[in-house]
């Protein structure tokens, strides 16, 4: 069965920065693409980064670009997501995917709450 599992996240006043952790078991992230995705109270769920498998490009969502950065470290199994310049708007609760065809894993999500 594969998991994964994210640490990290919690309370940051704006301007602060927070990493997020998402830790694969039972499969490697090196077969999928991955991202992250967030969801704010009343809100859609909505994509924020992601990294293709096949030749590593990367998209970040417009009100993030410049302020967050997609990690993978294939040698850990991990994937991260470092958030810089953190504004109260960036308050969700994110999520790590993994996919691919025929399969498709998410994360237990974690709160990330930007306030003074």
């Known amino acids: 069965e594969v998991q994964l599992v994210q640490s990290g996240g919690g309370l940051v006043q704006p301007g602060g920065s927070l990493r997020l952790s998402c830790a694969a078991s039972?499969?490697?992230?090196?077969?999928?693409?991955i991202g992250w995705y967030r969801q704010a109270p009343g809100k859609e769920r909505e994509g924020v980064s992601c990294m293709s498998k096949s030749d590593g490009n990367i998209y970040y969502a417009a009100s993030v670009k410049g302020r967050f950065t997609i990690y993978r470290d294939n040698a850990k199994n991990t994937v991260a997501l470092q958030m810089d310049s953190l504004k109260p708007e960036d308050t969700a609760v994110y999520y790590c995917?993994?996919?691919?065809?025929?399969?498709?894993?998410w994360g237990q999500g974690t709160q990330v709450t930007v306030s003074s």
């Open positions: 039972g499969s490697t992230f090196d077969d999928y693409t």
């Open positions: 995917r993994g996919w691919g065809t025929g399969y498709d894993y």
